[in-house]
């Protein structure tokens, strides 16, 4: 009976008691409707507490939503913990678009500060579902889109920095390092020098150059080649080249060649007629060989004699035809000398039609 008297007493000690505690923390009312699935907040109006909805993702009126989220990962070593999270690739704060068990797969977008080797965003999918983009939408566009084949920057605008196997289409590059990849459309914005040329450098970075040496380039593309192993071009039809030292001669405004040719080992294909240099004496007692003469033939028009003088200092190998071209050398014969021919003072065309080719071997000519 004892017992039970101070167990009553007790009990009525106590409902006096704990309203007064409970009204010293001041007891958290619930305010509003609730939503399963969504996160309760504390709100406070004037002293008192209240625990509520914190809305939903599309916002709303002042008061509504989590204005601080603390997340921070736990363990039993020393801090920072790593790979501490048991999201995709051990992330510890994901979002997912169905249950994870669903047999039709979903996808996540997951993040952690230390995970996988630092700090990751994780975006992809499990299950039956297939893979989805990501997009990165800024002010109403979509200037960047991740995918598993590669990043998109639809008009990209980069400065500064270097830029690796990137695939770029429009937009602007600005003072960018940009090593593989490729880029289409885009705009890049280095400062070119007018009429230079962007040329890698000795660390593989295109480099602002001008066009030196033998050449030059106009800022329209003309590349104008004004010298030749650093020897100006003039008006000489020959230039010095090669470590002998030696000439070549070239064709004049006649076609005609500037100096002797000297040709070894070389053979001629021609899909046309041959045109030999000719010289026809139509007149006069006697004819002196011409430096351009090749075939010379004696056809006059009053019948007479005549003498053909060969050139003083020819060169070796020089190479000449003379003929009858009338055919009246048995009545006007047709000498041919200064110099030795054979061994004697001059060579006599007597016969009608008749020809000589000579070619001189570096002292004397012989008739051939």
């Not at 048995?330 to 060579?347: D, F, H, P, Y």
Request: glycine content about 14%; some cysteine; aromatic content about 8%.
């Amino acid at each position: 009976m004892i017992s039970n008297l101070r167990q009553i007493a007790i009990a009525c000690l106590l409902s006096f008691l704990l309203p007064a505690i409970a009204c010293a923390q001041q007891v958290v009312l619930q305010g509003g409707p609730t939503t399963n699935g969504h996160v309760p907040m504390y709100i406070t109006q004037g002293t008192q507490p209240y625990v509520m909805d914190s809305g939903t993702a599309g916002g709303g009126a002042a008061n509504i939503g989590l204005s601080e989220l603390l997340i921070a990962q736990r363990g039993l070593s020393t801090p920072p913990f790593a790979n501490g999270g048991s999201g995709p690739l051990y992330t510890n704060f994901c979002d997912y678009d169905g249950p994870t068990n669903s047999v039709a797969g979903y996808h996540y977008l997951c993040f952690s500060p230390n995970a996988s080797g630092g700090g990751l965003i994780a975006y992809g999918y499990n299950g039956s579902t297939g893979p989805l983009n990501l997009s990165f939408n800024i002010n109403g566009s979509v200037p960047l889109i991740l995918s598993s084949t590669g990043v998109t920057l639809a008009t990209p605008t980069i400065t500064g920095g270097t830029i690796t196997g990137a695939t770029f289409t429009g937009g602007t590059i600005s003072g960018a390092a940009i090593s593989g990849g490729s880029i289409s459309g885009a705009t890049i914005s280095q400062a070119l020098t007018n009429a230079h040329l962007f040329v890698g450098n000795g660390s593989n970075i295109a480099a602002d150059v001008a066009m030196t040496g033998d050449a030059s380039i106009a800022n329209t593309g003309s590349v104008t080649v004004s010298k030749t192993g650093g020897v100006a071009f003039g008006t000489s039809a020959t230039v010095n080249t090669g470590t002998s030292g030696a000439t070549i001669p070239l064709l004049n405004g006649a076609n005609v060649w500037s100096g002797n040719q000297s040709l070894s080992g070389v053979s001629f294909t021609s899909t046309g007629a041959m045109v030999l240099s000719t010289f026809v004496v139509t007149s006069g007692a006697s004819y002196n060989t011409a430096a351009t003469d090749y075939f010379i033939a004696v056809n006059k028009g009053s019948g007479s004699a005549t003498t053909i003088n060969l050139p003083s200092s020819p060169a070796t190998g020089r190479f000449l035809i003379i003929t009858d071209g009338k055919g009246d050398a048995q009545t006007n014969n047709i000498t041919i000398t200064n110099g030795t021919i054979n061994g004697a003072a001059s060579v006599v065309l007597r016969s009608n039609y008749a020809s000589v080719t000579l070619i001189y071997n570096g002292t004397a000519w012989n008739a051939l």
